[in-house]
């Protein structure tokens, strides 16, 4: 075979191999390109969605009026976060968790505090950001490998820039003299359209290339357990600070507007768009916003009882670099300036996903043409090399229907997942039973029926869910959970958080704890009442009881 028939032969397979990308490329394209204006989609097709004012001269109310006006139409929610939209055509999104132990989404008119609907099952916004993020393979201990597998095409999107400013010469004239000729067939329409959307789109490409590479950076740090943030922990409300109360009474807590003041008072320019309220009593009641640098948000975790700044997170805390690993997430969605600016970034989506189809039929063809004219002239391809290279050429376009129909593999578990996050399956995958504790109880469960995750430096971790009786959610100041008994109240174990229809904890287990071990609760009243109660571990765990076992045993 002659030099130039080994170069197009080379060529030809080059052509070949890019194909699978292409394929994979465009999807993750579109999907990012609806995920950017997704709640706007979800907007138009649902009019509960819109905060529509009931007078010309309206105001929006504050989050103390928004809370009231929820309490007196449904006293029997309990409201775990509020979300101001940044559009103000949008209503307030309050997630709120029902007696039922399932969490729902409402949307409230910001005017009049009017509930004017409740979330679709389908949540059309997480669902296109879970599967152009990471292909919807779910999260278990670290990132999922379908997050490596979107965001390392950062490699040859940002490949894909640079060769192609190389290759086409002179490519700064497409933008005065732009060329898009529209009857010399097909394939002079793509390329043209190629090269002249990609000019225009150097920006964009180079944006999304480098955050993406930045996702990739991102999860490789976390899984490794490298963190370069100075983010103060989420502290908690010193216990000596809580107040108590009286039998079947709870201490008094300062308004929300009151504290957001407080906070504000120390962070000129600060807006509250979002308070997530205490999940019991040490937790705080936490506050996010945008400040005067529109990338990056300012939160704080102040006091229920007073007001104080326990922790915050403001730019002046921010180191040099993380004014640029921050500004990442929202230069890759647009999500900083409003709805024009996502229309941009929708629109050069868009434009970027045609430029992949359009490489994907130039590519096609070009290949189809090498292929059928290298037939005609009765030359066989060969293919040599190694067995691994003969293996991938057979067998590559079977690899590229398995990584499209990746997600439809995983379409089950993301949905078992979204049910079991909304309490919609109940408690947890495995219910335990009802736990006495003193005068009180509780409904325990396994969030997961698995053994302990390996968390890394923090161990082995086990997360369960429970819910207070009803008679006692008044009189519980905190429940905690933990193997082996305590010795104390401040050795009492993990605290349970969320609402007492449905709160959570995760607690350590030792690979050399004993299996016929018991795990202790304790609850401690508002009154400075404590109680405690037990259950077998076999009882509410037998996957790691087995785990323990195999531990035990040897076995990895």
Not at 88 to 109: G, I, K, M
Not at 466 to 478: F, N, P
Request: charged share 15%; glycine share 8%; aromatic share 12%.
């Amino acid at each position: 075979m002659s030099k130039k028939s080994r170069s197009k032969l080379w060529f030809l397979i080059h052509s070949w191999l890019a194909l699978p990308i292409w394929c994979f490329a465009l999807l993750v394209c579109v999907t990012g390109t609806l995920a950017v204006v997704s709640q706007e989609l979800v907007w138009l097709a649902k009019p509960q969605m819109r905060a529509n004012p009931p007078t010309q001269d309206a105001r929006r109310l504050d989050y103390d009026q928004i809370l009231a006006a929820i309490h007196r139409d449904r006293p029997d929610l309990d409201v775990q976060y509020i979300l101001r939209p940044d559009q103000d055509s949008f209503a307030l999104q309050v997630q709120v968790v029902q007696p039922d132990h399932s969490t729902r989404n409402l949307y409230v008119n910001p005017y009049t505090g009017k509930i004017q609907g409740v979330s679709p099952a389908f949540d059309v916004r997480g669902f296109t950001r879970a599967l152009h993020g990471w292909w919807l393979v779910p999260f278990g201990n670290g990132y999922p490998w379908g997050w490596y597998l979107v965001s390392l095409l950062a490699l040859p999107m940002l490949a894909s820039l640079v060769t192609g400013l190389v290759v086409y010469k002179r490519f700064w004239k497409a933008f005065f003299k732009p060329t898009l000729r529209l009857n010399q067939g097909a394939r002079i329409f793509w390329g043209d359209f190629h090269r002249l959307s990609g000019v225009w789109s150097i920006w964009f490409i180079a944006i999304i290339s480098v955050t993406s590479l930045w996702f990739l950076i991102q999860a490789v740090l976390a899984d490794n357990h490298i963190s370069i943030s100075s983010r103060p922990a989420i502290g908690l409300v010193a216990r000596e600070t809580v107040p108590l109360a009286a039998p079947g009474e709870q201490p008094a807590r300062i308004s929300v507007e009151q504290a957001i003041a407080n906070f504000s008072a120390q962070v000129p320019g600060f807006t509250a768009s979002f308070i997530k309220l205490p999940g019991n009593a040490y937790d705080t009641l936490q506050v996010r916003g945008r400040g005067a640098y529109p990338l990056m948000q300012q939160s704080a975790n102040l006091n229920p009882y007073d007001g104080s700044v326990i922790t915050s997170y403001t730019l002046s805390d921010r180191r040099a670099l993380e004014f640029v690993t921050e500004s990442m997430r929202p230069l890759h969605t647009g999500d900083f300036g409003g709805l024009w600016l996502k229309l941009v970034w929708f629109v050069f989506g868009l434009l970027l996903s045609v430029m992949v189809l359009s490489g994907l039929l130039i590519w096609s063809k070009r290949t189809l043409q090498a292929t059928a004219a290298a037939l005609k002239r009765g030359k066989a391809i060969e293919v040599s090399g190694s067995p691994l290279r003969r293996y991938w050429l057979k067998w590559r376009f079977h690899l590229n229907v398995v990584l499209v129909v990746v997600p439809l593999v995983f379409l089950p578990r993301y949905f078992a997942d979204q049910a079991l996050f909304k309490g919609e399956a109940g408690l947890g995958e495995r219910e335990i039973g009802e736990v006495t504790v003193g005068p009180w109880s509780l409904r325990l469960a396994e969030f997961r029926a698995q053994p302990p995750r390996n968390e890394g430096p923090a161990g082995y971790i086990k997360s369960f869910s429970a819910a207070l009786c009803e008679a006692c959610i008044g009189e519980v100041k905190a429940t905690y959970l933990r193997v082996g008994k305590p010795r104390s109240l401040r050795a009492a174990g993990g605290i349970f958080f969320g609402s007492p229809h449905s709160m959570g904890t995760s607690i350590p287990i030792s690979p050399k704890t004993p299996v016929d071990t018991l795990l202790w609760v304790t609850m401690e009243g508002w009154d400075g009442s404590v109680h405690q109660g037990s259950i077998a571990l076999s009882q509410a765990s037998p996957a790691s009881v087995a785990w323990l076992q195999a531990q035990a045993a040897g076995s990895p």
